[in-house]
């Protein structure tokens, strides 16, 4: 199975994995135009596209994946061939305190994508077309202490996040199975690297420990996660979108499994001897706070089907990615002080005049 996009609806992109993405396929596909529709909330910063904003074959359209008029419009316009669905609530503390937004934003606004993406791939603008959601692990549930996720294990989300990612998924699969559209669905563990924004787990510890703040661990610290550079899911997107036979689902992991309180050593160590510190002394910030409800106690992936389906392995192991995801945050600092600060907020007048 081969798919070459010559338009893509990329949703979500000024956020981490969009962004990351939006550079990688510029640039391994120059060929292909790119459209971003973001609706820029906390999450979404201009900033992350500044080197590509000027490129001819990007275009950023700040809007609602809800606003059903504007995607048919974009979807026409553009003669968009592959719709890739970033755009989400995408944080589980936040789905904890405010769950509604999760269901309005990644339910319903998926179900808006979907609809108009039939409408247009059931019109004669386009030969071929492809659907790809980008969904995350968390749908599978918890795990103990053995065993990892397949695409055959049942959804069992646990976080009013992943159960409106679960509820996306299953929208998508019913677009497959109902109307023949041809969906691809994707399902990732832990990303990390540039552009994450810093109220999770590991650009938090980088911010926290240069400005010598507490380390929060939630619960025991036991948790396990498992890593993936956003640059290696990113490659497995490409793979996925490119060559997947429609209607397939595909975990991508990347074979990194590490307890939270062995991160937060890592990333503690690393820094003492960047920042010319004491040996231990950064690791004397962690605080151990109440458990986050609902907390999963473990995820690790088995991405052996994509593996042997399309070929794809990561190329980062958690020891080389952390190290240069350090290096890149105190590279950085700027963009990380425009975060915590708000000033991102207001690139895209800087950039484009009054938001619309
Ligand atoms: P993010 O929170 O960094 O970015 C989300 C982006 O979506 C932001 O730019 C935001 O402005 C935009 N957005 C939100 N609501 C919108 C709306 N209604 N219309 C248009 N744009 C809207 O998220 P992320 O970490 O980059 O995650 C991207 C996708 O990957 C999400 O679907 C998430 O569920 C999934 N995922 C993330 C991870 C992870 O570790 N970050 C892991 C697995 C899966
Ligand atoms: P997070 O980055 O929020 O991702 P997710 O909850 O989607 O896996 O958290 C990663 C892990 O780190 C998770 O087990 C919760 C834990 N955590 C802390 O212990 N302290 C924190 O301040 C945060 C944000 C997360």
Not at 1 to 23: Q, V, Y
Not at 253 to 265: C, M, S
Not at 304 to 326: C, H, M, Q, V
Request: aromatic residues 10%; glycine residues 8%.
């Amino acid at each position: 199975m081969s798919f070459t996009p010559a338009s893509i609806l990329i949703t979500g992109g000024a956020g981490f994995i969009g962004s990351n993405f939006i550079h990688s396929f510029l640039a391994n596909n120059p060929g292909c135009r790119i459209t971003n529709l973001d609706m820029l909330t906390y999450a979404g910063n201009l900033k992350n596209l500044t080197d590509v904003a000027e490129n001819s074959q990007y275009r950023f359209v700040k809007g609602d994946i809800g606003d059903a008029a504007l995607v048919a419009s974009i979807l026409v316009q553009e003669k968009v061939d592959a719709v890739v669905h970033f755009a989400a609530e995408s944080h589980v503390d936040r789905s904890i305190t405010g769950p509604e937004i999760f269901v309005r934003t990644n339910v319903l606004g998926t179900q808006v994508l979907l609809e108009e993406s039939r409408r247009h791939w059931q019109s004669d603008v386009v030969t071929d077309f492809r659907f790809l959601q980008i969904s995350t692990d968390e749908v599978y549930g918890s795990l103990g202490d053995t065993g990892f996720f397949t695409e055959e294990t049942p959804l069992a989300a646990n976080s009013p996040y992943s159960a409106s990612k679960a509820g996306a998924d299953l929208l998508v699969r019913a677009y497959h199975e109902t109307f023949g559209l041809p969906t691809l669905n994707t399902r990732c563990s832990n990303n990390y690297g540039p552009y994450h924004f810093p109220e999770k787990l590991i650009p938090l510890l980088i911010h926290n420990i240069i400005n010598k703040k507490p380390l929060p661990i939630y619960g025991d610290g036991l948790n396990v996660r498992d890593w993936l550079h956003v640059r290696d899911h990113a490659s497995a997107i490409e793979v996925v979108l490119k060559t997947a036979q429609p209607g397939s689902v595909y975990n991508i992991g990347g074979n990194n499994e590490w307890k939270n309180i062995d991160i937060v050593n890592l990333v503690c160590d690393l820094l003492d001897s960047r920042l010319k510190r004491e040996p231990g002394e950064n690791r004397q910030l962690i605080s151990f706070v109440k458990d986050r409800p609902g907390h999963d106690r473990r995820y690790a992936i088995d991405a052996s089907r994509l593996k042997n389906d399309l070929g794809w392995e990561p190329e980062y192991t958690f020891e080389s990615g952390i190290a240069e995801t350090i290096d890149w945050y105190l590279d950085h600092q700027e963009w990380v002080a425009d975060v915590t600060s708000g000033t991102y907020l207001t690139y895209y007048e800087k950039q484009y005049g009054e938001r619309p």
